[in-house]
């Protein structure tokens, strides 16, 4: 009996907990609803006013008369081609452009080649010999991505420790060895960051 007067006594609570859970519930049901239905009563307000437009368009008398249809359409016709001659002149114009580029690149690049015939080279003495051996990750340092320590390993620059005693003319040289954007190496500070990196 005592648990039955128990399970009694607490009805008014359990009551309330089912009360608050309904009312949320049905707060977020009419929530969603209502959120959905102005989502979609957008959509629907489109479709009928495009069925609408369509109704209209077929409920127009027929045109037989060939002038006549010429007429409407001679102004679509020639936007059209307005239209169709602008995008071809932008389209020779991009073209054009993309050659002259080209040609630019090609003839800087020839003259680069036939300028630097005879690179000079490096002078290992000062920073010191590497090899595959002792080859560090070199793209560890900023500025130095892996096209760039690919070229420094043809070159024969494999680790931080040689790119830690580079010298002016060393970087002077290796800029033109490699192609790179004069004074780069020094903005990135290649120097300090290989200082660093060799320690590890």
Do not use: C, H
């Amino acid at each position: 009996m005592n648990p039955l007067n128990e399970f009694i006594n607490q009805l008014p609570d359990y009551f309330g907990i089912f009360l608050l859970m309904l009312s949320t519930f049905l707060i977020g049901y009419y929530a969603a609803w209502s959120i959905q239905r102005s989502k979609y009563s957008k959509i629907v307000k489109k479709i009928k006013r495009q069925a609408n437009l369509n109704k209209l368009n077929n409920l127009s008398p027929n045109i037989s008369d060939i002038e006549t249809i010429f007429t409407e359409i001679k102004p679509k016709i020639v936007e059209v081609v307005k239209q169709t001659q602008q995008e071809t002149i932008d389209r020779n114009k991009e073209e054009a452009l993309a050659k002259s580029a080209e040609e630019i690149v090609e003839k800087a690049r020839t003259s680069f080649i036939t300028y630097t015939k005879n690179k000079p080279e490096l002078n290992f003495e000062n920073f010191g010999y590497g090899s595959k051996e002792n080859k560090d990750d070199l793209t560890q340092i900023n500025g130095i991505g892996p096209y760039i320590e690919q070229r420094l390993n043809e070159i024969g620059i494999y680790n931080y420790d040689q790119i830690s005693r580079f010298k002016e003319e060393d970087i002077r040289i290796l800029t033109e060895l490699i192609d790179f954007f004069p004074g780069r190496i020094e903005r990135d500070n290649w120097i300090a960051q290989a200082e660093s990196l060799k320690t590890y």
